[in-house]
């Protein structure tokens, strides 16, 4: 079964203030050129290639999520904006083109020890609101910077796991989660996803038309 592999860019000149983009201080071409690198163009890509793998009832598309596609960070905004989008794009794409032995999967990898956050790959947004320099946005920026070269992940260890994952033909899953960090994330936010649920369950549903309306 051939391997289409369509991955948006885990390191790239858009991706302003190192790898997040913040909301609070992009403009809107900076915005979107976060979007069309981490989301259009990846769509396009696939767009261009699903006609093919329809045609021969196979193929894979590998879509790059990561631990901001679960998670929003202080000064990260648009940048897991855009990851949310990938995620939520990977699981309705893999329902659209199932029934032609096509298959999707999110990677979505926590931080690898890559030159994601060297100092040297780092474009800045042009605007800065100095008010936020001693908040939170302030303190993530600063985290970044200690952060450099001490991310937990092995990149020789995932790149295994994500070749070996597409090696194996069948079972391919929705999500290749990457990284004990990204894995602590995303435990974190289901469980206070289902505490939230479980606390407001009388109101969400109280929000129905009563049996028999």
Request: glycine share 10%.
């Amino acid at each position: 079964m051939p391997f289409f592999p369509f991955i948006s860019a885990s390191k790239n000149a858009t991706e302003n203030d190192g790898t997040f983009v913040c909301l609070l201080f992009s403009s809107p071409k900076e915005t979107y050129d976060c979007f069309n690198t981490n989301v259009l163009g990846l769509l396009n890509a696939t767009r261009a290639v699903l006609p093919y793998m329809r045609a021969q009832r196979s193929g894979t598309v590998a879509l790059f999520g990561s631990l901001g596609s679960w998670s929003g960070a202080p000064g990260a905004g648009i940048y897991c904006a855009t990851k949310w989008a990938v995620s939520g794009l990977a699981e309705s794409l893999r329902l659209d083109v199932a029934d032609f032995g096509i298959r999707v999967c999110v990677i979505e990898p926590g931080y690898f020890r890559t030159g994601f956050l060297n100092a040297g790959a780092r474009v800045r947004t042009e605007r800065r609101i100095e008010d936020y320099e001693g908040s939170a946005v302030g303190k993530t920026r600063a985290m970044l910077d200690q952060y450099d070269e001490k991310q937990p992940g092995d990149l020789e260890k995932g790149a295994k796991v994500i070749v070996d994952c597409f090696e194996r033909g069948d079972g391919v899953p929705l999500r290749l989660v990457l990284g004990s960090d990204c894995r602590a994330a995303i435990e974190d936010k289901c469980r206070s996803t289902l505490e939230y649920l479980e606390e407001n369950k009388a109101v969400i549903d109280g929000t129905d038309y009563a049996e028999g309306e």
